[in-house]
């Protein structure tokens, strides 16, 4: 059980850097075999990828920290902060999905707090296993009675 769940947070967490990593497979993979709960894979799941975001996020900070190296122009990257502190905390909704990353980088390099994004991202990428979980076992008795 410690192998496959080690393996599932393994996919979970390259999943969420620029990778290209599908966790899913791998996830459905395990629920169908049975060799872990299915609440503790979710939350397994959910945390490693949780946690490869912000991985993501950091490489946006860390982009950041090189803001006089850029050719940035200062008034682009405050209107930008700007529109992103009203509006793109909201944008976080969309981390599960492709593309994903990019969101995750840019709230990075855009000096979203890290409590803030822990905790969309957290809630949105955990609910998406569950929602996997739920999705898997429906077809499962769909398939079988």
């Known amino acids: 059980m410690l192998a496959s769940l080690g393996g599932l ?3 979970a967490f390259l999943a969420a850097t620029p990778i290209p990593m599908q966790s899913e497979a ?6 169908l075999a049975g060799t872990a709960p299915v ?26 920290a090189m803001e006089g190296r ?18 793109g905390l909201w944008t976080l909704l969309l981390s599960w999905a492709p593309g994903g990353d990019v969101i ?4 990075g390099a855009l000096r979203v707090p890290l409590w803030q994004f822990g905790l969309v991202v957290g809630l949105v990428k955990t609910a998406r296993y569950a929602l996997v979980a ?10 079988w009675t």
């Not at 609440?39 to 950041?64: E, F, K, P």
């Not at 739920?134 to 398939?143: C, D, P, S, V």
């Open 39 to 64: 609440g503790l894979m979710i939350l397994c799941a959910g945390l490693a990828n949780t946690a490869g975001s912000v991985v993501t996020w950091a490489s946006g900070r860390g982009l950041r």
């Open 9 to 11: 947070m393994l996919a």
């Open 134 to 143: 739920a999705a898997t076992a429906g077809m499962t008795a769909w398939l």
């Open 104 to 107: 995750c980088f840019i709230a």
């Open 70 to 87: 850029l050719r940035i122009p200062q008034a682009q990257l405050a209107r930008a902060e700007t529109f992103y502190r009203r509006w």
């Open 26 to 31: 791998v996830f459905i993979a395990l629920q």
